[in-house]
């Protein structure tokens, strides 16, 4: 049976990791560097690591346990991808086939595309002509707005005009691998994923779908994954506030005799 994974959503903002709420509220959780040690240590499947500053400042203003004070975007994946071995998806502020380029030279495995990716389609099926189609993810952010489910850009402030599902079918015929779908309603709410959003994009597409938004604890995991033929499931806030964590959701999950990846702790 194919193993379901589980994600860590690492948040960047000028530099920090940061928690959301509702794409409205950040609160700063530290330096992005020991965060993504301790989930590579902790066994995480894969890690998506995303971009959302607007603005070009990423000084940390500190040397934060010997990590160098990178002022660039790409200088901290490099810096990222050198302590972890878990797959690595990048995001944030792709707007060309240049700029995913860039972001698999410094140890990107595959890039995330949301915005651009809704205002320039074409973009998926470059990205995924020259690097392939399991190298491309499009993230969609959704709001429920009058009983239906829109499309949001711009960091979820700009209703595109689009269905989810259109858009989703649309996102796969261009070429996209992966869908990270991701609810905005549900954006650290704690209260679970938005199950009907899930189930309906999934049934809709034959790339897998990765949930993100409202997971607060181990059993949403697993109710995503008994109620949706979900892929995997993608959380943030959740994984920085506990040791171990995601070795302790996996042992959740797998002591329930969900098809996912036996706990493991690796030393890096």
């Not at 086939?97 to 651009?116: C, P, Q, Y």
């Not at 779908?181 to 309906?200: A, M, P």
């Amino acid at each position: 049976m194919k193993k379901k994974r589980l994600i860590p959503v690492l948040l960047l903002k000028n530099g920090w990791l940061v928690q959301s709420r509702g794409f409205k509220r950040y609160q700063n959780l530290g330096n992005p560097f020991t965060a993504v040690k301790r989930l590579s240590e902790w066994a995480s499947d894969e890690i998506i690591y995303l971009d959302i500053s607007t603005t070009d400042d990423y000084d940390l203003r500190r040397d934060d346990q010997g990590y160098p004070n990178r002022r660039d975007f790409l200088d901290i994946i490099q810096d990222v991808a050198k302590v972890t071995f878990m797959p690595l998806t990048v995001g944030g502020r792709i707007r060309t086939l240049a700029d995913a380029a860039k972001r698999f030279v410094v140890g990107a495995d595959k890039v995330s595309i949301n915005t651009e990716a809704v205002k320039n389609p074409k973009l998926i099926t470059k990205i995924a002509g020259q690097f392939g189609s399991q190298a491309v993810v499009v993230s969609i952010d959704v709001k429920l707005i009058d009983g239906i489910y829109r499309v949001m850009i711009e960091g979820g402030r700009c209703d595109s005009g689009r269905e989810v599902l259109e858009w989703t079918m649309e996102a796969e015929k261009r070429g996209a691998g992966e869908i990270l779908l991701n609810s905005i309603d549900r954006d650290g709410s704690r209260l679970g994923y938005d199950l009907e959003l899930l189930s309906r994009v999934v049934e809709s597409v034959k790339i897998p779908v990765v949930a993100l938004g409202g997971a607060g604890e181990w059993s949403h995991f697993a109710e995503a994954f008994k109620k949706t033929p979900v892929d995997a499931v993608a959380a943030a806030n959740v994984f920085h506030y506990s040791d171990q964590s995601v070795y302790s959701a996996k042992k959740y999950l797998h002591d329930k005799g969900l098809p996912v990846r036996p706990p493991t702790l690796f030393k890096i």
